[in-house]
């Protein structure tokens, strides 16, 4: 099992910033993708950005420039730098973790964190 805690969200007025952590802990094989989603009231789950163990990163055209994926694969940690955050970035931000538990993948979500941008 593996478990996820995820930190760093609130209210921001736009044209901030907010970083968000997801740690990873328990009893970890390999970790595959580490991916950011988010759920506006009202609309799907979508992805925001995604990562690799290798290191390639893709975000969604929304945030493009804007957010920042990065992971710390010694410490099983993943961070979105959010920058120039608009009201349209309010949501429920979840982290997403694929992992390797020697026989089959599996897949493992955190509890989510709102994060509030103002107009």
């Known amino acids: 099992q593996v478990q996820l805690v995820e930190s760093g969200g609130g209210l921001v007025q736009a044209g901030g910033s907010l970083r968000l952590s997801c740690a990873a802990s328990?009893?970890?094989?390999?970790?595959?993708?580490m991916n950011w989603y988010r759920q506006a009231p009202g609309k799907q789950r979508e992805l925001v950005a995604a990562?690799?163990?290798?290191?390639?990163?893709s975000y969604a055209d929304s945030v493009k420039g804007r957010f920042t994926i990065s992971r710390d694969n010694a410490k099983n940690t993943m961070y979105l730098q959010m920058n120039s955050l608009k009201p349209e970035d309010t949501a429920v931000y979840y982290c997403?973790?694929?992992?390797?538990?020697?026989?089959?993948?599996?897949?493992?979500w955190g509890q989510g964190t709102q994060v509030t941008v103002s107009s």
């Open positions: 990562s690799t163990s290798t290191g390639s990163t």
């Open positions: 997403y973790v694929g992992h390797w538990g020697g026989t089959t993948w599996s897949h493992y």
């Open positions: 328990g009893s970890i094989v390999r970790i595959g993708a």
